[in-house]
């Protein structure tokens, strides 16, 4: 790929934030909707049977994370990028450890994605870490069940794999961002060289004109002069 200059990559930089920022904004409605639901159907009491403490923990700490996130977008992007993944995080946890099931532990991809969309690659590979050592934890300790198990290993394999697919997605979103962004800068680039030849041309149509009108008085005069 072509070497870009400092110039093209800070406004690379910028469109990039500006995108996350947008990105931001849609995932915590979509989760703030997700979580409504969740909270009516099946924490809230009188659903037909007792949300589990450990529910309601999870369930509250992820509006504040949501709410805390979309206040601070604006201000502080990273800020409120590391705390709604940190959020989901813990809320996912909690959502283990209330329901006593293994399958809650797929749902650890979501803030990986989120990682790869709003951060980048050592955020990832932060929150693969620690997710993977959280499913570990939660499915022998909590849950008793045997480390080389499917329902501890499979999990673990797929969050493994969403983490390197995750990382592939934003390294190429990040190369086709700089490459249709240098191809604007060579567009508007080459646009104004135009604007600046046609002006020239249009100088230059301008003094032949003057030239010829200079020469035709010339002539003009030299004519009455022979007379």
Not at 113 to 137: E, F, N, Q
Not at 152 to 164: D, E, H, R, S
Request: glycine share 6%; hydrophobic share 55%.
């Amino acid at each position: 790929m072509r070497r870009t200059s400092g110039p093209l990559l800070a406004d690379v930089g910028e469109s990039l934030v500006d995108l996350r920022r947008e990105s931001l904004s849609m995932v915590v409605l979509f989760l703030g909707l997700i979580n409504y639901v969740w909270l009516v159907l099946v924490v809230w009491p009188g659903t037909g049977r007792d949300a589990p403490g450990a529910a309601w923990i999870g369930s509250v700490l992820l509006a504040a994370t949501l709410i805390a996130s979309y206040v601070l977008r604006e201000r502080a992007l990273s800020a409120a990028s590391y705390l709604l993944v940190a959020g989901i995080v813990l809320s996912v946890v909690c959502a283990m450890l209330a329901y006593k099931s293994s399958h809650l532990a797929y749902l650890f991809v979501l803030p990986i994605s989120l990682a790869s969309m709003l951060l980048g690659p050592r955020a990832i590979m932060v929150t693969t870490v620690a997710s993977l050592l959280l499913i570990a934890r939660i499915s022998v300790a909590n849950l008793e069940l045997p480390f080389f198990s499917l329902e501890t290993l499979f999990p673990m394999g797929l969050t493994a794999m969403i983490t390197v697919t995750s990382w592939l997605f934003e390294h190429d979103l990040y190369i086709v961002l700089v490459w249709v962004w240098n191809g604007y800068e060579q567009v508007r680039r080459s646009a104004q060289i135009s604007q600046q030849r046609g002006a020239e041309l249009r100088q230059t149509l301008k003094a032949l004109d003057e030239a010829m009108f200079r020469l035709e008085r010339t002539r003009h005069m030299l004519a009455l002069a022979l007379e």
